[in-house]
């Protein structure tokens, strides 16, 4: 049976700390903090046993609206505090929100090694393709040709696949929706937290203001339809030729495997080291 919207509001919203919001209207920030509460709430996790970091962006507000611990950090360092939060208390559930260039531009190092290290938490990336809140340039994922304010000829440079490049990195669980997609969206949050490493969930958004405005792409609604012809599930994918999937997103799970987690494996060292010396 679907959660109740006014409970889910009442249980997890800060009410008297900071509404209205400061995103745009029509802005899938809002579908990607609804599929994250609900996920949350499935999952029975206590609000004092989560710890919600961001980066600088539209999406790193989020942890302003939500009634769990939460660490509202410099920009590309959410993966940094999370890593240090979840070595200082490994029972805590963790979990970051980042942009596209929050997590791949200045924090794409720390991305990349978060992935190789498998740290037992969670990244869910907003992916708009495009710096929204500081004006509109292009990013990471900003697709070649694309206009912004740093590319009004035209982007020279090419984009790359935020969730292929997790799987490449090592990451244990790694999936891709679109804000369109908000049940699917849902379920890869509601996988993701409960997924023992490091987990990456891609969420394609809409930026109509700063991106789809210069690209003619229309409003939020426009862009959500664009979504919804573009995406192709995984499974669907596989039968599929490189000609038949160029322009498409591919959206489901890629990536589910068990790999020794880094958190707890320093848990390991560290107690061997405490053992060693009191042998000395």
Same mark, same amino acid.
């Given at each position: ?15 008297? #700390? #900071? @509404? ?23 999952? =029975? ?13 539209? *999406? ?20 940094? @505090? ?30 990349? =090694? ?40 035209? =982007?020279?440079?090419?984009? @790359? ?10 990451? /244990? ?7 369109? =997609? ?12 409960? #997924?023992?490493? @490091? ?26 339809? *664009? ?7 995984? /499974? ?45």
């Amino acid at each position: 049976m679907p959660i109740p919207a006014q409970a889910l509001r009442h249980e997890y919203l800060r009410h008297n #700390k #900071k @509404f209205p919001h400061v995103w745009c209207p029509g802005c899938g920030n809002g579908i990607v903090m609804g599929a994250l509460l609900r996920a949350i709430h499935r999952l =029975h996790i206590e609000k004092d046993d989560i710890v919600l970091a961001s980066g600088i962006g539209c *999406s790193g507000r989020m942890p302003t609206y939500l009634d769990f611990n939460t660490l509202h950090t410099t920009h590309g360092r959410a993966l940094t @505090f999370a890593t240090g939060v979840k070595l200082a208390n490994p029972a805590m559930n963790v979990i970051t929100i980042m942009g596209d260039g929050d997590s791949t531009a200045i924090g794409g190092n720390h991305f990349i =090694h978060a992935a190789r290290r498998n740290l037992n938490l969670t990244a869910i990336i907003i992916n708009n393709s495009i710096y929204g809140m500081t004006g509109g340039q292009y990013s990471p994922t900003t697709p070649f040709g694309s206009k912004s304010t740093t590319s009004v000829y035209g =982007h020279i440079e090419h984009a @790359f696949s935020i969730a292929e490049l997790a799987v490449t990195a090592g990451a /244990s669980f790694v999936a891709r929706a679109t804000v369109y =997609h908000a049940d699917l969206v849902d379920r890869l949050i509601e996988q993701a937290v409960n #997924k023992r490493g @490091f987990a990456v969930v891609e969420v394609i958004s809409n930026c109509h203001v700063q991106y789809g405005r210069r690209n003619k792409l229309g409003g939020a609604v426009d862009m959500l339809s *664009s979504f919804k012809e573009q995406a192709v599930t995984v /499974s669907r994918a596989a039968k599929m030729s490189p000609e038949e999937l160029a322009g498409k997103t591919t959206i489901g799970v890629l990536a589910d495997r068990e790999i020794p987690i880094s958190t707890e494996e320093y848990i390991k060292v560290r107690e061997q080291a405490r053992a060693q010396k009191e042998k000395a």
